[in-house]
């Protein structure tokens, strides 16, 4: 499987990806191996996955979740932690 993620990095920004295994990325990003732009802003929490059926719909999901501004990725965030269905914008 395939999944498209939102971090909150520790000054509260958001930071988008896509991986095959969440959790794992999570601490790859916390060790400071992940991408440049979480290193300076650990530690970083998972705040938001949507499965993906293949690797091309979670890199064009992540290019789409990045277009969006914070509004709109605070909102997804919060649907998906009241355990509703992320919705695609």
Same mark, same amino acid.
């Given at each position: 499987?395939? %999944?498209? %993620?939102?971090?909150?990095?520790?000054?509260?920004?958001?930071? *988008?990806?896509?991986?095959?295994?969440?959790?794992?990325?999570?601490?790859?990003?916390?060790?400071?191996?992940?991408?440049? %732009? *979480?290193?300076?802003?650990? /530690?970083?929490?998972?705040?938001?996955?949507?499965?993906?059926?293949?690797?091309?719909?979670?890199?064009?999901?992540?290019?789409?979740?990045?277009?969006?501004?914070?509004?709109?990725?605070?909102?997804?965030?919060?649907?998906?932690?009241?355990?509703?269905? /992320?919705? *695609?914008?």
């Amino acid at each position: 499987m395939f %999944y498209c %993620y939102i971090l909150e990095c520790a000054d509260g920004t958001f930071y *988008t990806g896509w991986t095959t295994d969440p959790q794992r990325r999570v601490n790859t990003h916390n060790r400071g191996a992940g991408a440049r %732009y *979480t290193r300076a802003r650990r /530690p970083v929490i998972l705040v938001y996955v949507e499965e993906q059926p293949d690797r091309s719909e979670a890199m064009r999901r992540e290019r789409r979740i990045k277009k969006l501004d914070r509004s709109h990725k605070k909102a997804l965030i919060d649907q998906y932690a009241g355990g509703g269905e /992320p919705c *695609t914008p």
